[in-house]
């Protein structure tokens, strides 16, 4: 019986561990670019930004591009956070408190490729 009652309760601690949390659906994340048309050779800053009402204390961003058309040049934050770390052009962030989650996250500057 007590081995029986020791698995059990095992497993259930397992499990409630695995639960995912998900965003609040109404947080959007959008990107912006001040020009519709570049050059060959030209630099364009791309900015990552987050709207909605949804809080939050830690966040993730992964930036899709051609890398046979568009070089990451460089990457900055554009909020403060307790953790921010970059790996090309993915980035985490954490904060210490829950966070409304509504301002620019991130700025990256590509070149176009010749």
Known sequence: MKKTLSLLLCVVMILTTMVPVFADSSAAASVSVPSSSVKRGDTVDVTVS???SAEAKSLMVTLTYDTGVLELKDEAF???ATLSNF???NCVLAFDEAKTMNFAIAKYTFKVKP
Do not use: I, R
Request: positive net charge; glycine residues 22%.
């Open 78 to 80: 554009l909020v403060s």
């Open 50 to 52: 987050v709207t909605g």
């Open 87 to 89: 790996k090309g052009a």
